[in-house]
């Protein structure tokens, strides 16, 4: 009775700390926005309204995730993948696709930019799980993972393509892939990303940046270096609320990547706990849903792959902002201005709540 009990209270936790996570999302992009909304558009406020708008827009795709049945994702999860591979590729058509510092990543949809990226991380679980839970088959796992790996490239888009890796290779393992094709096939794609790394100038710059922080600190080192010295000042309780200097167009896009060194600017060493706390909260209450429903099912393995979809996102950033990887440009789940991200990721774990609250009565 009591472990039922216990099943029982998994989605409203994770429903509550979603939404504890996404509110307090919408008040730092607030906090690290408003010197770059006021010079860009004369006011405080618009950063915070888009992100208010796409907020209200997830919480919709919250709701219709949790009210729909899991078979209905499984029956049109090809579809989905499918019209994901068609968005990637929609970026490089002159007129739809628009070009951001230098990458392709982005379409225009009435007035407002999307990241196809953002809805394939959703739409390749939903796909893998699908085929990993009839299946098992390196070949053709790799032909679907090598398609999205080859289009981001092309954008580019190193950061995403990492976590897709990280999403494909996770869930394979779960659904009981060989871990000695996972090795050698790591081994092989390690080599391809090293290749990539060594012949692009860009990227060699960031390599030499992360290995050497202290080289060109007014140019490839200003960023992380700006982003040290908000950890810096945020000491144990942090600068408090409104607080930071970092956020005054010292740090690039403050409001996005680069989030959470505005935070723990504001909040400090204690602050910054706890929200890392609510992320593992997160994280915790979601392993714990993926463990109660049937091995190797469908449902488990869409559980299992938004887990490593967002915790992994979240890695690589915190990774990236306390220097222990280079910066990736990978947003931080629920915090980083952006609407395509933010929608995701609350319809991912509406997906989530559905499977727990159908774990715990037996619903479909």
């Known amino acids: 009775m009591r472990k039922k009990k216990r099943t029982a209270l998994l989605w409203p936790t994770l429903l509550a700390v979603t939404i504890i ?28 309204k888009a992100q208010g708008i796409s907020f209200l827009l997830g919480f919709v795709a919250l709701i219709a995730a949790f009210c729909t049945p899991m078979w209905i994702w499984k029956k049109i999860s090809i579809v989905l993948f499918f019209a994901s591979i068609l968005l990637l590729l929609s970026v490089f058509i002159p007129g739809v696709g628009i070009e951001l510092n230098g990458a392709q990543r982005w379409i225009l949809i009435n007035g407002r930019s999307f990241q196809p990226i953002e809805f394939m991380k959703l739409s390749m679980v939903l796909f893998f799980a699908n085929y990993l839970s009839k299946k098992v088959n390196i070949k053709s796992f790799l032909f679907f993972t090598s398609l999205i790996s080859i289009i981001l490239l092309l954008q580019p888009d190193m950061g995403s393509l990492l976590i897709v890796i990280w999403i494909a290779f996770g869930m394979f393992f779960v659904a009981g892939g060989s871990i000695s094709e996972m090795l050698l096939t790591c081994c092989a794609g390690g080599i391809i990303l090293l290749l990539l790394v060594l012949t692009s100038s860009y990227r060699m710059r960031r390599l030499k940046t992360f290995f050497n922080p202290e080289q060109d600190l ?47 600017e504001e909040i400090g060493f204690v602050g910054s706990l706890f ?81 727990a609250y159908r774990a715990s009565s037996g619903s479909k």
């Open 275 to 355: 929200i890392l706390f609510l992320y593992s909260l997160y994280f915790y209450v979601a392993y714990q849903i993926a463990r109660k429903l049937p091995p190797g099912s469908f449902n488990q393995l869409v559980a299992y792959g938004i887990l490593l979809w967002i915790s992994g996102q979240t890695f690589i950033n915190l990774g990236a902002i306390v220097s222990l990887i280079p910066l990736t440009g990978l947003p931080l789940p629920f915090f980083s201005y952006g609407g395509s991200s933010l929608i995701t990721v609350l319809f991912g774990s509406g997906i989530l709540a559905r499977l």
């Open 21 to 48: 996570l996404s509110l307090l999302g919408l008040f730092f992009v607030f906090e690290s926005s408003t010197a770059e909304s006021y010079i860009k558009y004369s006011h405080q406020y618009h950063f915070i």
């Open 218 to 264: 007014l140019g490839a080192s200003f960023h992380i270096q700006q982003i040290k010295l908000a950890l810096g000042n945020g000491g144990l309780i942090g600068q408090g609320i409104g607080n930071s200097k970092q956020k005054l167009l010292y740090i690039p896009e403050a409001s996005s990547d680069s989030i959470f060194a505005i935070m723990a």
